[in-house]
């Protein structure tokens, strides 16, 4: 049973695998205002395109969006409309931690399938949910990829860790304190903000103090360009900046060239990566929006094809979504999405990471060797 299914739901990203199927009433959670609008705008557009190709492959879908604004409580919110009111099948979203952390046992209340497309705090699929599957990557993985590809080409010894106040700032400034200790850096400074706040210079001043070898950072757009903006101004000039995906691995992040060049960030997913289809997918997104992808995008448009391709094949009912969810395995612009248990995780996709690194105005995969599109410039290469 369990091979047949993986090949039927594996067929849905193999171009021409066209067959009739009865619409199913799917739920879409996202941040399409508020302060991650931006990043928000991203997974839209992967929904979208995922939207037509499920129609053309003879997978309609009938969508339910629902706007958070970023805020956990609107979240939950939904959730409760979209399992009681819409009786969807399964529900796609939301954007942040925070906002999927507290929708994910909404979830398992109402025994709704729910997949998780870009939110990475760690406690998310450590919680026992089964009703909760991970396309993302965990913070964890974040930090992984950014420190090994760090000492892979440098010899630092030292750092700093500043991190938004948030599910995911603090997550992922937990995951870089365990990995660095464990790697043998030594964390000199470990400084926590308000998100949204207008200043950041004291902070950044004390991080200066310490002389970090390495900055990471973890932050949403606005305050990832603001981050470097009064880096530059207080002369903070470590080995590397190092960002945890999100802001810095967005578009408008990188074409702030007089801040962003040399910064790395962790991804899910680059335009450049030998996956099946990922270039392709890379060029529709920027004739249809007019702009480039960023990883969320790519995250979005593969975790609603996941989710339609499961719920159609079970006919809508939630149990045997569930199930389809539990027991397949797909390959596509991601590379394979499985959900597994394991190492205190429920329903978690192993993703690979990458490490990228703003050049010229563009992220470029600059790690691991063997996805790499560019050499890594190191150390930082100092303010324009």
Same mark, same amino acid.
């Given at each position: 049973?369990?091979?047949?299914?993986?090949?039927?739901?594996?067929?849905?990203?193999?171009?021409?695998?066209?067959?009739?199927?009865?619409?199913?009433?799917?739920?879409?959670?996202?941040?399409?205002?508020?302060?991650?609008?931006?990043?928000?705008?991203?997974?839209?557009?992967?929904?979208?395109?995922?939207?037509?190709?499920?129609?053309?492959?003879?997978?309609?879908?009938?969508?339910?969006?629902?706007?958070?604004?970023?805020?956990?409580?609107?979240?939950?919110?939904?959730?409760?409309?979209?399992?009681?009111?819409?009786?969807?099948?399964?529900?796609?979203?939301?954007?942040?931690?925070?906002?999927?952390?507290?929708?994910?046992?909404?979830?398992?209340?109402?025994?709704?399938?729910?997949?998780?497309?870009?939110?990475?705090?760690?406690?998310?699929?450590?919680?026992?949910?089964?009703?909760?599957?991970?396309?993302?990557?965990?913070?964890?993985?974040?930090?992984?990829?950014?420190?090994?590809?760090?000492?892979?080409?440098?010899?630092?010894?030292?750092?700093?860790?500043?991190?938004?106040?948030?599910?995911?700032? %603090? !997550?992922?400034?937990?995951? *870089?304190? &365990?990995? @660095?200790?464990?790697? +043998?850096?030594?964390?000199?400074?470990?400084? /926590?903000?308000?998100?949204?706040?207008?200043?950041?210079?004291?902070?950044?001043?004390?991080?200066?103090?310490?002389?970090?070898?390495?900055?990471?950072?973890?932050?949403?757009?606005?305050?990832?360009?603001?981050?470097?903006?009064?880096?530059?101004?207080?002369?903070?000039?470590?080995?590397?900046?190092?960002?945890?995906?999100?802001?810095?691995?967005?578009?408008?992040?990188?074409?702030?060239?007089?801040?962003?060049?040399?910064?790395?960030?962790?991804?899910?997913?680059?335009?450049?990566?030998?996956?099946?289809?990922?270039?392709?997918?890379?060029?529709?997104?920027?004739?249809?929006?007019?702009?480039?992808?960023?990883?969320?995008?790519?995250?979005?448009? %593969? !975790?609603?094809?996941?989710? *339609?391709? &499961?719920? @159609?094949?079970?006919? +809508?009912?939630?149990?045997?979504?569930?199930? /389809?969810?539990?027991?397949?395995?797909?390959?596509?612009?991601?590379?394979?999405?499985?959900?597994?248990?394991?190492?205190?995780?429920?329903?978690?996709?192993?993703?690979?990471?990458?490490?990228?690194?703003?050049?010229?105005?563009?992220?470029?995969?600059?790690?691991?060797?063997?996805?790499?599109?560019?050499?890594?410039?190191?150390?930082?290469?100092?303010?324009?």
């Amino acid at each position: 049973m369990r091979p047949l299914l993986t090949l039927l739901l594996a067929a849905l990203l193999v171009p021409g695998s066209a067959r009739a199927a009865a619409p199913v009433k799917l739920g879409i959670i996202n941040s399409v205002t508020g302060p991650e609008a931006p990043i928000g705008e991203n997974l839209t557009g992967g929904y979208k395109l995922a939207e037509e190709d499920l129609k053309a492959r003879g997978t309609p879908v009938e969508l339910v969006w629902e706007d958070d604004t970023g805020k956990p409580q609107i979240a939950m919110g939904a959730m409760e409309k979209l399992a009681t009111r819409d009786r969807v099948a399964a529900v796609v979203g939301p954007y942040t931690s925070a906002s999927s952390n507290a929708t994910a046992k909404r979830a398992e209340q109402y025994k709704v399938p729910l997949v998780i497309p870009a939110a990475s705090k760690e406690e998310i699929t450590k919680q026992g949910l089964k009703w909760v599957f991970r396309v993302s990557a965990t913070t964890d993985d974040y930090a992984a990829i950014l420190l090994d590809m760090a000492l892979s080409v440098g010899k630092p010894r030292t750092i700093a860790i500043v991190n938004e106040n948030t599910d995911f700032g %603090v !997550s992922a400034a937990k995951s *870089a304190r &365990a990995l @660095s200790e464990k790697r +043998g850096l030594k964390v000199v400074a470990e400084e /926590a903000y308000s998100k949204g706040s207008p200043d950041y210079r004291s902070t950044l001043t004390k991080v200066k103090s310490a002389s970090p070898d390495l900055v990471f950072m973890v932050s949403y757009v606005a305050d990832a360009i603001l981050l470097m903006r009064q880096s530059r101004e207080i002369g903070l000039s470590p080995q590397a900046f190092l960002g945890a995906g999100a802001g810095f691995a967005t578009v408008q992040f990188a074409s702030e060239r007089d801040v962003s060049n040399g910064v790395f960030s962790s991804t899910q997913w680059t335009d450049d990566v030998k996956w099946p289809g990922a270039k392709a997918f890379f060029d529709r997104y920027k004739k249809r929006f007019g702009k480039e992808p960023t990883y969320h995008a790519a995250c979005a448009y %593969v !975790s609603l094809l996941i989710a *339609a391709e &499961a719920a @159609s094949q079970a006919g +809508g009912d939630r149990e045997k979504t569930r199930a /389809a969810l539990d027991q397949g395995s797909w390959n596509g612009i991601m590379g394979q999405v499985k959900f597994v248990d394991g190492n205190g995780y429920t329903n978690q996709n192993r993703h690979p990471m990458l490490a990228e690194q703003v050049q010229q105005g563009r992220q470029v995969t600059v790690y691991p060797p063997d996805l790499a599109s560019a050499k890594p410039i190191w150390p930082f290469p100092g303010w324009r």
